[in-house]
Nanobody, 124 residues
Framework: QVQLVESGGGLVQAGGSLRLSCAAS????????MGWFRQAPGKEREVVAA????????YYADSVKGRFTISRDNAKNTVYLQMNSLKLEDTAVYYC?????????????????WGQGTQVTVSS
C-alpha cells in the first residue's frame, strides 16, 4: 500500500505563492496517477489537479487553471502542487491522492489512497 504525506501548507497573503509536496512511501508512485484535492469549511471536497503516471496527461479545475501547476518526480516518489496568485477562495485543506493505473487523467478518476491533508490559508 502506498502512504501519502502532504507538506508545505501555511498562511500566505493573497497574491502570494506556496508549493505543496506529497511524499509517498510504501510503494513507488511511478505506476500511480496522482491528484490534489481540497476541502473548504462547509464545502465538499473538490479536485484541484491531477497528473498521470508518466506526467503526459494533466487535469486542472477551471478555478485554478493558469495559477496552479501539478508536477511529479518519480525518482523522489514525490508530487508537487505549485500555487501562484493565491486567492482568498483557495483557503482549504489540501489532500494528496493516488490511484494505480496508466490511463490519462480526467476529473472523474476514482482515487483510492489519501493523505491526511495540509492546511492552506490565504489572507487579505
Amino acid at each position: 500500500q502506498v502512504q501519502l504525506v502532504e507538506s508545505g501548507g501555511g498562511l500566505v497573503q493573497a497574491g502570494g505563492s506556496l508549493r505543496l509536496s506529497c511524499a509517498a512511501s510504501g510503494r513507488t508512485v511511478s505506476s500511480y496517477a496522482m491528484g490534489w484535492f481540497r476541502q473548504a469549511p462547509g464545502k465538499e471536497r473538490e479536485v484541484v489537479a491531477a497528473i498521470s503516471w508518466n506526467a503526459a496527461s494533466t487535469y486542472y479545475a477551471d478555478s485554478v487553471k493558469g495559477r496552479f501547476t501539478i508536477s511529479r518526480d518519480n525518482a523522489k516518489n514525490t508530487v508537487y502542487l505549485q500555487m501562484n496568485s493565491l486567492k482568498l477562495e483557495d483557503t482549504a485543506v489540501y489532500y494528496c491522492a493516488a490511484k494505480w493505473g496508466f490511463s490519462p487523467v480526467t476529473s472523474t478518476v476514482r482515487f483510492d489512497r489519501w493523505g491526511q491533508g495540509t492546511q492552506v490559508t490565504v489572507s487579505s
